[in-house]
């Protein structure tokens, strides 16, 4: 009796060890407190501090819920969370780009938020912005910021040219743009506008939604193709003329990033750069004491100042055993005043209604209402929910883009790459 009795002890001992073991693993502790890792891409420093203290706000308020921040890197994320889908080791809240989730979405990584979200918030973000992370049907992500594409103007140069100055309610169109860009054009090294395009791929599609260009079509039977035709040409031949007809843009920038234009700009080399909303606190931290800039709408078209985005996404693991938790944790993060929070850390747009309505994101300084007046005019990206997109942006658009640009070929050979190469990638994920 007495060994047997010794035996059941060993056995309960190690029990006890190996649940203790279990609760120290990251989803709880030996008081039953639930853990959730959240994993942010925030990078700019008051983007950084914005997150990490609502982090801390809820958890000084919710002590059966700890919220554990762990830093992640926009360089990498796709990659990075392949590899811990696919080992099991994935955070239970996951900060992401829309554009990004398709392949996880269908690939059965990210939970469907459906059910598990409030009416108040589901009803906060408009419907245009839930299309971003919806697929099949489901919800994947909840879109919490954005960006539209603004020219950022040289305001003494334009003030001084005579030129009409846009407004969102009364914007340049294309013809108008590229007429006030070969007007502000001096000659000498100086040019009306520069166009920073390593990446032409998003810039070119999500600007072409003014003009009515879609790229990407859904056929009877539910397969995406794509049909290049005359609207998804105004964009793109109005670039590819002002640097190789009108020499109105600086041919030098197109193989550059946003930020490689900013000193050529505060030198006074372009009286205009086509940038991300975000920019502006780069030109506020770096512009020369006395410099004057502005902000302006991008051009519009036949279908206004519409423009597409891949807003800022929260999503939750399919894995994370605490998704009910988890949900509730986006539901505080993203409450009105929280938004206008993290919108102002990253200089960017809130998508919910009642941020967009805070008087902080409303003002004449840095612009701010200009972008907000934009904001109900974005819509989502034309290849949001196409799979393959990724491999025909690398290896067909990419290159055939930057080639078109630079006048290396014409028209007629984009279109035949961006389309018949294009459509022999997205079937082969079609099948």
């Known amino acids: 009796m007495a060994v047997r009795a010794r035996a059941l002890g060993a056995v309960a001992t ?109 009803l906060d973000i408009p419907q245009a912005s839930w299309d971003t992370s919806t697929f099949g049907g489901k919800v994947y992500g909840v879109p919490f910021l954005q960006e539209p594409r603004v020219l950022i103007a040289n305001a003494k140069w334009l003030k001084e040219s005579g030129v009409r100055i846009p407004t969102p309610e009364k914007p340049w169109s294309w013809p108008e743009f590229r ?11 100086k040019f009306g506008v520069a166009w920073p395009l390593k990446e032409p791929v998003s810039a070119t599609l999500n600007l072409s939604l003014s003009t009515g260009g879609k790229l990407f079509h859904r ?19 109005t670039v590819h003329d002002q640097v190789d007809v009108d020499k109105s843009a600086s041919g030098a920038t197109l193989g550059m990033g946003g930020s490689d234009t900013l000193p050529g700009f505060f030198g006074g080399k372009y009286a205009m750069v086509p940038l991300g909303f975000s920019y502006r606190q780069q030109i506020v931290q770096q512009a020369p004491k006395g410099f004057d800039w502005q902000v302006l709408p991008a051009p519009a078209g036949a279908d206004g100042l519409a423009q597409g985005v891949s807003p800022q996404t929260l999503s939750v693991a399919e894995d994370s055993p605490h998704k009910k938790e988890a949900a509730r944790f986006i539901d505080f993060f993203l409450r009105p005043a929280n938004m206008v929070r993290l919108a102002r850390g990253d200089w960017m747009l809130p998508t919910g209604k009642e941020a967009l309505k805070d008087p902080a994101l409303r003002t004449k300084k840095d612009d701010w209402a200009t972008g907000t007046a934009l904001a109900r005019h974005l819509r989502p990206a034309p290849a949001q929910s196409v799979r393959g997109y990724p491999e025909w942006m690398d290896k067909i658009a990419t290159p055939a883009l930057q080639e078109y640009y630079s006048g290396a070929i014409g028209m007629d050979e984009l279109r035949e790459r961006l389309v018949e190469d294009g459509n022999l990638v997205l079937k082969r994920y079609q099948r």
């Open 14 to 122: 190690a029990l006890v060890l190996l649940l203790a073991g279990c609760s120290d693993s990251g989803d709880g502790d030996s008081r039953g407190r639930i853990t959730l890792r959240f994993q942010s891409l925030a990078w700019q420093k008051e983007s950084v501090d914005a997150n990490k203290e609502l982090v801390k706000e809820w958890n000084a308020t919710h002590p059966d819920v700890k919220v554990e921040y762990v830093q992640g890197s926009w360089s990498s994320v796709h990659d990075q969370l392949l590899t811990s889908f696919e080992g099991g080791e994935a955070p239970d809240i996951i900060h992401d780009a829309s554009d990004d989730l398709a392949d996880f979405a269908y690939g059965g990584y990210l939970a469907d938020l459906g059910e598990l979200l409030p009416q108040r918030l589901k």
């Open 179 to 189: 007429s006030v860009t070969k007007e502000l054009t001096q000659g000498k090294g």
């Open 219 to 237: 056929r009877a039977d539910g397969k995406a193709e794509i049909r290049f035709e005359a609207a998804d040409e105004v964009m793109p031949r």
